[in-house]
């Protein structure tokens, strides 16, 4: 069983569409996390949600809206997208609720790329 | 804030040779330390983690780390690593109060050869 799972793994689309990157955290965990690596392999965190409410809202375009229906679940979605979106973006998962020395476990990444 | 500088973008090693991986980290209160590995085209996966307790941590795949709070540091090392450590590996730190988002270093390309 696949801890975090997200779909599509692999996603091509155009300038201007409108996509939606989903993630499952079967782990039972209390938070979740989106983060984007860019083609330099650099890793940033984007959103991070606690028991569905938003806790982290780095600077990131309003292009990009998090939605997380429930503790299992946080959807990125994304508006008109661009060239620059283009890039690995991955979920994660941990148990926050007492200690943040908890692991942070990511799924395999979702690659998009804009044309 | 927090960061965290990995000075060596890629490490190339022959096979069976030691390596070792440096990261330093700077942050005006306390964090724990982490170490991903992520193979080619593949999610992040955790190697070890220092929270607390002895200075040197052992991780998976028989990686160990040592923490040195003096020189704000957390190197990783194998004393003999093989072709399937080919991967890039990222150091982290994270905040053990308020804002608990994980803070990676750039990463660093380690790539074993025969």
């Known amino acids: 069983d696949t801890a975090v799972s997200q779909t599509p793994k692999y996603l091509v689309t155009q300038m201007g569409n409108d996509k939606s990157i989903k993630c499952e955290q079967n782990?039972?965990?209390?938070?979740m996390y989106w983060y984007k690596q860019d083609s330099k392999k650099f890793l940033k965190i984007m959103f991070s949600y606690n028991n569905k409410e938003l806790i982290i809202n780095e600077t990131v375009p309003n292009r990009f809206s998090p939605k997380s229906p429930d503790k299992a679940h946080l959807n990125l979605h994304i508006n008109s997208l661009e060239l620059g979106d283009s890039a690995v973006y991955f979920c994660?998962?941990?148990?926050?609720?007492?200690?943040?020395?908890?692991?942070?476990?990511f799924g395999e990444g979702s690659w998009l790329t804009v044309v | 804030a927090q960061s965290v500088t990995q000075l060596d973008s890629q490490v190339p090693v022959f096979e069976e040779a030691p390596v070792e991986l440096r990261c330093n980290y700077s942050s005006s209160v306390s964090v724990y330390l982490f170490w991903y590995v992520q193979y080619p085209n593949q999610g992040l996966q955790l190697l070890l983690k220092y929270l607390s307790g002895s200075t040197l941590v052992k991780g998976i795949n028989g990686f160990e780390a040592e923490f040195n709070k003096s020189q704000t540091s957390f190197h990783l090392r194998k004393p003999s690593v093989h072709i399937s450590d080919t991967a890039e590996y990222f150091c982290a730190v994270r905040k053990d109060t308020g804002r608990r988002a994980l803070t990676f270093g750039s990463g660093t390309r380690l790539q074993v050869q025969p």
């Open positions: 994660a998962s941990s148990q926050d609720k007492h200690h943040s020395g908890n692991t942070i476990y």
């Open positions: 782990l039972g965990h209390d938070t």
